[in-house]
């Protein structure tokens, strides 16, 4: 008898060689992965939702570019387009608009590069009486559009 139960303590008791977990351990480990899950579901969220981020950005870039524009136009002598370019002129100075890769951009005196307005697809300028209207299309397809009256007469300058 006594030699069937040192037999049965022998086969369930843990040798010092053996390595088992211990609720330590398990805690540990999963402490360290709820860890990682919770910094990696707002990093994964925050890229999901970049993308609708740029329509809007893009309006603000609008929003910013009117403004400019409508100040440029109110006190310029005159305008024209010339192939497809909008050229305002106040003496001195004379302002280009034109399209450069998929951006508008501003140079004055036919130097610089300032750009103005990001991911255009396509765009025009109209002058109709001493106005100029603005239209703009986004790569996104979403179409923006301003007219601008001048506080100057152009036909009278002219």
Known sequence: MKKIRFILIQKYAVSPNEQAFTLIEVLFA????TIIAFFITP???IML????DQPRIQEMEWEVFCG???K???MSTHAEVVAGRLVLTDAPDTVIYEKYGNNLRRRVNYTGNETLLQNVSEYTFTI???SVKVTVKDIW???YAVSVY?????????
């Open 49 to 52: 939702n970049s993308k609708g």
């Open 30 to 33: 999963f402490s360290i992965f």
């Open 128 to 130: 109709m009486n001493n």
């Open 150 to 158: 001048s506080l100057i007469n152009w036909n009278a300058a002219s």
């Open 72 to 74: 440029e136009i109110r």
């Open 68 to 70: 400019q524009i409508k």
């Open 141 to 143: 397809g979403k179409e």
């Open 43 to 45: 990093t994964l969220q």
